[in-house]
């Protein structure tokens, strides 16, 4: 059974930086794009990052230049490196797994869901 397990969520203040991972158990991890999304109160899921079994990178422009994906596949894990965070960063994290980087980048077809992590930023 696949499980992805996300951690490293918490309550920050603004400008401060934070490492969200998620763990992906059962099944092959490499061969997946990982990626994040994450939902704030009231408003849909959106992208945040993606990347690519050849460790092909892609993020919203909301977050490119603080934010940082990268994986580690003898850990079976992605990480989400959050700089510089603003308040309306806060939002309820998931991870994701899907079969192509387009999958991930367009939410579509995603194979599977982590159960998501809170992150809030205060001002």
């Known amino acids: 059974q696949v499980q992805l397990v996300e951690s490293g969520g918490a309550l920050v203040q603004a400008g401060v930086s934070l490492r969200l991972s998620c763990e992906k158990s059962g099944g092959t991890f490499s061969s997946y794009t990982m990626g994040w999304f994450r939902q704030a109160p009231g408003k849909e899921r959106e992208f945040v990052a993606a990347?690519?079994?050849?460790?092909?990178?892609r993020y919203a422009d909301s977050v490119k230049g603080r934010f940082t994906i990268s994986r580690d596949n003898a850990k079976n894990t992605v990480y989400l490196q959050m700089n510089s965070l603003k308040p309306e960063d806060t939002a309820v994290y998931y991870c994701?797994?899907?079969?192509?980087?387009?999958?991930?980048?367009?939410?579509?077809?995603?194979?599977?869901w982590g159960q998501g992590t809170q992150v809030t930023v205060s001002s």
């Open positions: 994701a797994a899907g079969a192509s980087f387009g999958s991930i980048v367009f939410g579509k077809a995603i194979d599977y």
């Open positions: 990347i690519a079994w050849s460790s092909g990178v």
